[in-house]
Nanobody
Framework: QVQLVESGGGSVQAGGSLRLSCSSS???????MGWFRQSPGKEREEVAR???????MYADSVKGRFTISQDNAKNTLYLQMNSLKPEDTAMYYC????????????????WGQGTQVTVSS
């Protein structure tokens, strides 16, 4: 079982930056990790994912503004968010998956509790 704990959320004005962190523990044979977000009344959407500490994918809406990375020594996943917009306001969730085919899955197996990001105009 993998435990994930997010931190780093908060309130920021449009154009500002935040860095989210996700600390993981438990079963460490994780093949994929990612960030997802959900706003009230909307479906959960993927923001970015990473595997093998190199391959990354981003939602079109965040390309060029957000960067996903991980520190294997610290078992921590990061999401650097720059040039934030009001439409980035959401609960952000860290997710992980140990399955070898996780890269091709829409949703991952393990989830954190989320951290709120609020961007004001």
């Amino acid at each position: 079982q993998v435990q994930l704990v997010e931190s780093g959320g908060g309130s920021v004005q449009a154009g500002g930056s935040l860095r989210l962190s996700c600390s993981s523990s438990g079963y460490l044979g994780v093949a994929c990790m990612g960030w997802f977000r959900q706003s009230p009344g909307k479906e959960r959407e993927e923001v970015a994912r990473i595997r093998s500490h190199a391959d990354t994918m981003y939602a079109d809406s965040v390309k060029g503004r957000f960067t996903i990375s991980q520190d294997n020594a610290k078992n921590t996943l990061y999401l650097q968010m720059n040039s934030l917009k009001p439409e980035d306001t959401a609960m952000y969730y860290c997710a992980a998956d140990h399955r070898t085919y996780c890269w091709y899955q829409r949703l991952f197996l393990y989830w954190g509790q989320g951290t709120q990001v609020t961007v004001s105009s």
